[in-house]
């Protein structure tokens, strides 16, 4: 229980840090002084700030996925996601920033394929498409849903991502299902 206890104040104190502080200027005695730890301590959970920054954002893919609910639309799914980049805006638009670039844009891949493989999967209920199509019509969207995330926060993330997302889903209704139909016409398997 303290274990996890620790662990969880280190991710807090590393977050309210990146939110003050570009990445590379944060260092294990930061963390460290703000937990009231040693840096022994820090150093028998993460091996570096990297690896807390890799399990931050695991961490935060899981509470995605844990929330999830087969009720909501994809586009509900994705809103929910991006509670933690809109409660952290400067943090997100530090990593960003960083030469940890790569560990937001995983996050974000990831989320957003959690998402829309959900999604298509029970969309697809009673469909009878190809394996390989609903993962190619997944992979589209996880992919198009990762660009415009990157892009806003390229942008210094002032849309609203609600407004953006629901506007999307509009814009697309219909045509997962619509996709998934015509897989299950197609005659030859992919």
């Given at each position: 229980?303290?274990?996890?206890?620790?662990?969880?104040?280190?991710?807090?104190?590393?977050?309210?840090?990146?939110?003050?502080?570009?990445?590379?200027?944060?260092?294990?005695?930061?963390?460290?002084?703000?937990?009231?730890?040693?840096?022994?301590?820090?150093?028998?959970?993460?091996?570096?700030?990297?690896?807390?920054?890799?399990?931050?954002?695991?961490?935060?893919?899981?509470?995605?996925?844990?929330?999830?609910?087969?009720?909501?639309?994809?586009?509900?799914?994705?809103?929910?996601?991006?509670?933690?980049?809109?409660?952290?805006?400067?943090?997100?638009?530090?990593?960003?920033?960083?030469?940890?670039?790569?560990?937001?844009?995983?996050?974000?891949?990831?989320?957003?394929?959690?998402?829309?493989?959900?999604?298509?999967?029970?969309?697809?209920?009673?469909?009878?498409?190809?394996?390989?199509?609903?993962?190619?019509?997944?992979?589209?969207?996880?992919?198009?849903?990762?660009?415009?995330?990157?892009?806003?926060?390229?942008?210094?993330?002032?849309?609203?991502?609600?407004t953006i997302v629901r506007r999307i889903g509009q814009l697309f209704?219909?045509?997962?299902?619509?996709?998934?139909?015509?897989?299950?016409?197609?005659?030859?398997?992919?």
């Amino acid at each position: 229980m303290a274990q996890q206890y620790t662990k969880k104040k280190i991710r807090e104190e590393f977050i309210k840090i990146l939110n003050e502080r570009p990445l590379n200027k944060i260092t294990v005695k930061d963390i460290a002084s703000a937990c009231e730890i040693n840096r022994n301590t820090f150093y028998y959970y993460y091996t570096d700030v990297y690896a807390l920054l890799s399990e931050l954002f695991q961490t935060e893919l899981q509470t995605v996925i844990d929330e999830y609910n087969d009720t909501f639309s994809w586009e509900e799914s994705f809103i929910v996601a991006t509670k933690f980049a809109l409660e952290n805006k400067i943090a997100i638009n530090h990593v960003y920033n960083s030469m940890q670039r790569e560990e937001l844009e995983d996050y974000i891949y990831n989320v957003s394929g959690h998402v829309m493989n959900r999604y298509v999967e029970k969309l697809s209920d009673g469909i009878s498409a190809s394996s390989g199509d609903k993962k190619l019509i997944s992979s589209f969207y996880q992919c198009a849903l990762t660009e415009m995330v990157l892009r806003w926060i390229a942008s210094g993330m002032k849309e609203d991502p609600d407004t953006i997302v629901r506007r999307i889903g509009q814009l697309f209704d219909g045509h997962i299902a619509l996709s998934l139909k015509r897989s299950s016409g197609l005659n030859d398997v992919w």
